[in-house]
Nanobody
Framework: QVQLVESGGGLVQAGDSLRLSCTAS????????VGWFRQAPGKEREFVAGIGRSSGITGYADSVKGRFTISRDNAKSTVYLQMNSLKPEDTAVYYCAARTMQLYTFEAKGYNYWGQGTQVSVSS
């Protein structure tokens, strides 16, 4: 069973960048596809980005396309979310999630394992 730990969140200004990391332990990392989700206060958890078992297949929510980039380093058992041109509406707790399927999914219920989340706050 894999354990996931997110890091890299913080308080930044609009237009700044952050890189989130999701590091896995306790499992064979290459078996898992990974998704990033976020949840703002009073809102549903929403899909942000996903990556397949290799780095070749990625997908993004329309709201972050062109600004965020997901990548993975299987040797380090880590998935990254590079976030550029941050906006106040990106403020949320960001979670990474993993599943033992070849492809990621947009649906949170499709993931078996979740990290504890990291807070990202963007001021205007």
């Amino acid at each position: 069973q894999v354990q996931l730990v997110e890091s890299g969140g913080g308080l930044v200004q609009a237009g700044d960048s952050l890189r989130l990391s999701c590091t896995a332990s306790g499992g064979t990392f290459t078996w898992y596809t990974v998704g990033w989700f976020r949840q703002a206060p009073g809102k549903e958890r929403e899909f942000v980005a996903g990556i397949g078992r290799s780095s070749g297949i990625t997908g993004y929510a329309d709201s972050v396309k062109g600004r965020f980039t997901i990548s993975r380093d299987n040797a380090k058992s880590t998935v990254y979310l590079q976030m550029n041109s941050l906006k106040p509406e990106d403020t949320a707790v960001y979670y990474c999630a993993a599943r033992t399927m070849q492809l990621y999914t947009f649906e949170a219920k499709g993931y078996n394992y979740w990290g504890q989340g990291t807070q990202v706050s963007v001021s205007s």
